[in-house]
């Protein structure tokens, strides 16, 4: 048993694997200092996951199977805490996890991506290795976080470059933030009205719209330049946006692969090659 621990700009995303095989993923909010500690002190696998989750998922969200199921699960857990591997965004966060007995952090330069450049984010790295491990190269990753990302590399596993801009969330936070009288506005799950007739709705359409038409144009660009590339897109709001695609250009999302956990994939096979 080993964990996988993401820490992004905004959450802790975090994955249990069993040898190479993807058991159990969730996200959590960043944890204050003192209960790192805690975890760090966590005899067997299960002591550390009741911590994190005192009742269940009520501080976190699971992404790939059952929390229920998978904490009955624990009762063979190991006599000590498990290994943990650690990718970073946030380095004053990576430093918290130092204390933990058996931590191992990786580093963009451990990522087998030909051609990166020293400041490109680990988290940008990983997933396009995940990606392109899973459905080949070259590939295009869209990561719809708090950013969104396009991340590319070509048929020789060399990076092509790619492009950041803030994300749905943070554009109508920004606007909110930012302005004297623009209101918070929420994401619906369906594309909103294109033309809107109150200042709520007008907030989404002008997000929304011009986001997708972005996406739609990278992604058209990218099969111009590679008509064979493979487009995977992962990130929080990644169902958002597949649906919102989904509305507007159905063709787009019959060639897309989504996947949540493509982070860990690209985790995964880094940390088997650094064996």
């Not at 430093?95 to 007995?101: K, N, V």
């Not at 590939?139 to 990302?149: E, F, P, R, Y």
């Not at 048929?155 to 943070?170: D, F, R």
């Not at 787009?252 to 090659?273: C, H, K, P, T």
Request: net charge negative; no cysteine.
């Amino acid at each position: 048993m080993w964990l996988a621990l993401m820490i992004g700009n905004s959450r802790l995303h975090w994955a249990h694997f069993t040898g190479e095989t993807l058991i159990h993923a969730w996200d959590t909010d960043y944890l204050p200092a003192d209960v790192i500690q805690q975890l760090s002190q966590s005899q067997t696998l299960k002591d550390l996951l009741l911590k994190i989750f005192p009742s269940n998922e009520a501080t976190g969200k699971a992404r790939h199977g059952n929390m229920e199921d998978f904490l009955k699960t624990l009762s063979s857990s190991p006599p000590s805490p498990p290994p943990l591997l650690v990718a970073s965004v946030v380095p004053s966060q990576t430093a918290l996890w130092q204390t933990y007995p058996n931590v191992r952090i990786l580093t963009l330069d451990q990522v087998p991506i030909k051609g990166i450049y020293p400041t490109l984010g680990i988290d940008r790295a990983l997933a396009l290795w995940g990606a392109g491990n899973n459905w080949g190269f070259p590939v295009l990753v869209i990561d719809a976080g708090t950013a969104l990302t396009f991340t590319a590399a070509d048929a020789n596993q060399h990076l092509v470059g790619g492009a950041i801009l803030p994300g749905l969330g943070l554009q109508l936070a920004t606007l909110a933030e930012r302005t004297g009288q623009l209101p918070t506005v929420e994401l619906p799950q369906q594309l909103p009205q294109r033309y809107a007739l109150n200042t709520q709705e007008a907030m989404q359409s002008g997000v929304i719209y011009t986001l997708v038409a972005g996406i739609k144009d990278f992604i058209e660009a990218w099969w111009r330049d590679f008509p064979q590339g493979n487009v995977v897109m992962t990130g929080g709001d990644r169902t958002l946006l597949v649906n919102y695609l989904q509305s507007q250009f159905p063709e787009i999302v019959d060639s897309l692969n989504v996947e949540a956990n493509l982070i860990f994939w690209g985790m995964r096979s880094a940390a088997l090659l650094q064996r």
